[in-house]
Every structure is written in C-alpha cells, then in structure tokens.
T-cell receptor, first 118, second 117 residues
Framework: GAVVSQHPSRVICKSGTSVKIECRSLDFQATTMFWYRQFPKQSLMLMATSNEGSKATYEQGVEKDKFLINHASLTLSTLTVTSAHPEDSSFYIC??????????????FGNGTRLTVT | AQKITQTQPGMFVQEKEAVTLDCTYDTSDQSYGLFWYKQPSSGEMIFLIYQGSYDEQNATEGRYSLNFQKARKSANLVISASQLGDSAMYFCAMREGPGGSNYKLTFGKGTLLTVNP
C-alpha cells in the first residue's frame, strides 16, 4: 500500500519553456502532498506543501510564480516549473500524506523527476 | 539552527560488518517521529525505520535498528551484516507537528555509505 507515482522520471527542456511534473497517490487519498528539491549530493529541501482544494504553502525563498503547485484532487498534485532556466535543473521529488497521518507516519515518496534545462 | 544533524558526510564499512550512522535532532515538541530513509543512486527514497518520541524500546526492522537516546536527542541507525547493496545515501528525518506544519518531514544532510567487498 501507500504507492506514490511521479511522472516523468526524466525531462529535458529548453530554457524559457515550462515543465509539468505529476504526482499521484495510487492506492490512498492524499490530503497533503509535499514537494522537495534536491541538488546533487545534497539533502532534500522542502519547497511547498499542498492541501487538496487549497493554495499551496511555500517555504521561505521559493518563488511561487516560478513553481506553480496545483492539488486539484485527492490523488493528484502537479508542480509546474515556469519559464525554466538552467539553474532550475535539479531532482524534484514528491511525497504524500494520507488522511489521518500524523508525526508517526512515514511519508511515501514518488521516484522523483530529474529536470535538465538546456 | 539545524533540526537534524548528520555529522558523517561519508562512511566506509567492510561487507558483513556492522556500521552506525549518527543523527542528532533538535525540537521542543513532545510528540515527534524520527525516520531513516535510504536513497540509492537511482534517486528513490526508501523508508527504512521509524522511532516515535514516546517509544521506550529501540525500533528494529530486519538488519536495521535505531539506537534512540532521547535525553541526548540522538537517533543513530545501526546496520548489521552490511551488504554491497547497502551502499547508498542515508538520510535521518523528523516529523513534528502540527502547528499548521502538516507534519512536514525535515531531513538531515545525509551520510554516503560505501560497503567494500
């Protein structure tokens, strides 16, 4: 149980274009989804938290207009990197909370998306 | 201040030996959870083991055990009988909450474990 699917696994795009990454919970309803970014050989940094049906909460320093997050249903959240630039190249990974999850529940992660902006 | 501190950027261990990966944490909450994740070079995050702040016994999952010392705020991961497939990045993480945080997971900087044959 608790499977999170993330697509695409890899994407290469040209500078100035936008890229959409999908995160789906396959066998549970994800009331909350978290989006992380990871640079090579570094830790996961939380970008934003999205709750179904409401606006995402962004961490300090994360540009809301650059990284658009939508959580329109209980099984799908999307991250759109708008007007991508080479410095946006990174590993993006999502995770999801089911209803009733608390501090003692492990987060389950998608397999991540490696974005390369040329 | 960092909430999760992993002081070992890299560790080496011989196959079949045990290894301890260090983790200390900082929180003022009474209720929190501590987690260890493994990240192989392919990138996926694999949940290994969990320890709750109210748990009196150390958690164990197969070859993984967690040495939880609450007063010292440490939650070290012990891997017994290391295997070549254990070579990966290991992250210690903590969930606190709520306080509007949705119980977000905060990670340490990680330890790169290399198992030598």
């Amino acid at each position: 149980g608790a499977v999170v699917s993330q697509h695409p696994s890899r994407v290469i795009c040209k500078s100035g274009t936008s890229v959409k990454i999908e995160c789906r919970s396959l066998d549970f309803q994800a009331t909350t989804m978290f989006w992380y970014r990871q640079f090579p050989k570094q830790s996961l940094m939380l970008m934003a938290t999205s709750n179904e049906g409401s606006k995402a909460t962004y961490e300090q320093g994360v540009e809301k207009d650059k990284f658009l997050i939508n959580h329109a249903s209980l099984t799908l959240s999307t991250l759109t990197v708008t007007s991508a630039h080479p410095e946006d190249s990174s590993f993006y990974i999502c995770s999801a909370n089911g209803d009733g999850s608390s501090y003692n529940s492990p987060l389950h992660f998608g397999n991540g998306t490696r974005l390369t902006v040329t | 201040a960092q909430k999760i501190t992993q002081t070992q950027p890299g560790m080496f261990v011989q196959e079949k030996e045990a290894v301890t990966l260090d983790c200390t944490y900082d929180t003022s909450d009474q209720s929190y959870g501590l987690f260890w994740y493994k990240q192989p070079s392919s990138g996926e995050m694999i949940f290994l083991i969990y320890q709750g702040s109210y748990d009196e016994q150390n958690a164990t999952e197969g070859r993984y055990s967690l040495n939880f010392q609450k007063a010292r705020k440490s939650a070290n991961l012990v891997i017994s009988a290391s295997q070549l497939g254990d070579s990966a990045m290991y992250f210690c993480a903590m969930r606190e909450g709520p306080g509007g945080s949705n119980y977000k997971l905060t990670f340490g900087k990680g330890t790169l474990l290399t198992v030598n044959p």
